[in-house]
Nanobody, 119 residues
Framework: VTLVESGGGLVQPGGGVRLSCQASGRTHSMGWFRQAPGKEREFVAAIDWSGRLIDYGIGMEGRFTISRDSARNTCSLQMNDLSPDDTAVYYC????????????????WGQGTQVTVSS
């Protein structure tokens, strides 16, 4: 599976941005991770093929909303009320979110898109 992200850029604090990911090839679930400078990679959100099973990383739900268009093989991440702490490279992934009790397991990674939150 090849994954291509778009939509990153410079955002003012308190603003929002929508990231999109186009997948070529089939993947059961899709998700997002992020990595800030000097920090470990962090799970953001994941969604299964039906859109009914969704999981968010700690502190992500509420400001971030993940969605998926399986017919178009795309996944989006709407991020609102951003702060400088959200500055990171955001990676789209293809993987498996099997059940509410299981962690999302990524199998394929995009190149990443930079989101910088700054005034």
């Amino acid at each position: 599976v090849t994954l291509v992200e778009s939509g990153g850029g410079l955002v003012q604090p308190g603003g929002g941005v929508r990231l999109s990911c186009q997948a070529s090839g089939r993947t059961h679930s899709m998700g997002w991770f992020r990595q800030a400078p000097g920090k470990e990679r962090e799970f953001v959100a994941a969604i299964d093929w039906s859109g009914r099973l969704i999981d968010y990383g700690i502190g992500m739900e509420g400001r971030f909303t993940i969605s998926r268009d399986s017919a178009r093989n795309t996944c989006s991440l709407q991020m609102n009320d951003l702060s400088p702490d959200d500055t990171a490279v955001y990676y789209c992934t293809g993987g498996l979110l099997a059940s509410p009790n299981q962690k999302y397991v990524p199998h394929s990674w995009g190149q990443g898109t930079q989101v910088t939150v700054s005034s």
